[in-house]
């Protein structure tokens, strides 16, 4: 069974910014370090991606999946789930939850719901989530705040 984990980070930029960074999936690879390749592969008619490719390598953990997103009206949640079972993964469902403060800034809550295809003690895989969370929410707010002073 899938575990569900969730942390929140301040991010120093309006929703709008931190949002467009979100979503602007071809990009990853660039402050994204896990990620060698994402790659829109279907999109809705407004644009945004509806199916993408992502290739991982993270050392021991490389997998080539696809995933699945749904967005609020004004992006303000971006949700995703798994495509089809991967290599390494069987459920992968995960959300941003963007609250913008009022002073220009936004905190993201990031939820992750992870089963792997590979057995994994419980211990292990919490601290697992909790290092690819702590990642991805750090990498974004860099990535956010160097654009927002740029």
Known sequence: MAD???????VQAPLAEVAAVICDFPRYP???????LAEVVEEYEDGYAALVRFVLDAGPLADDYQLEYAYSDDASR????LAAPSKMQKVLNG???LV???????????TLEVELTVGMLGMFKRKAEKMIMDTALKELKRRVE???KA
Do not use: F
Not at 4 to 10: E, K, R
Not at 30 to 36: I, R
Not at 100 to 110: A, I, L, Q, S
């Open 4 to 10: 569900s984990s969730t942390q929140s980070i301040l």
């Open 30 to 36: 660039e402050w994204a370090d896990a990620v060698k």
């Open 78 to 81: 971006v949700e995703w789930h």
């Open 95 to 97: 959300s941003y939850d």
């Open 100 to 110: 913008e403060d009022g002073g220009g800034n936004t905190t993201v809550t990031y």
């Open 146 to 148: 160097s654009l927002a």
